[in-house]
Nanobody, 117 residues
Framework: VQLQASGGGLVQAGGSLRLSCTAS????????MGWFRQAPGKEREFVAS????????YYADFVKGRFTISRDNAKNTVYLQMNTLKPEDTAAYYC???????????WGQGTLVTVSS
């Protein structure tokens, strides 16, 4: 499975961006999809995840109420809608897939989000 993330860019504080991540190579049927981020000089951290059915979502506390994860299984794509962005949200954002293995197996290349104050 190859994951291709896109949608990053430069935005002012308070603005919005929507990230997309499309899986190719095989369908992500049954996979849990997630977003992580890594700021310069910091470790990669969990942002959000979503089950195949969409019934179960999890968010890091620092994005609750601002970010929304969703997916379109017909398009093999997962989205991360980011609203009310803050300068501290600046990071490279990575999508990942857990093929029900209990761990994040597949990773995308990352898309850079820069939030200016």
């Amino acid at each position: 499975v190859q994951l291709q993330a896109s949608g990053g860019g430069l935005v002012q504080a308070g603005g919005s961006l929507r990230l997309s991540c499309t899986a190719s190579g095989r369908t992500a049927t049954g996979y849990i999809m997630g977003w992580f981020r890594q700021a310069p000089g910091k470790e990669r951290e969990f942002v959000a995840s979503l089950s195949w059915s969409g019934d179960n979502t999890y968010y890091a506390d620092f994005v609750k109420g601002r970010f929304t994860i969703s997916r379109d299984n017909a398009k093999n794509t997962v989205y991360l809608q980011m609203n009310t962005l803050k300068p501290e949200d600046t990071a490279a954002y990575y999508c990942s897939a857990d093929p029900r293995a209990g761990r994040w197996v597949y990773w995308g290349q990352g898309t850079l989000v820069t939030v200016s104050s």
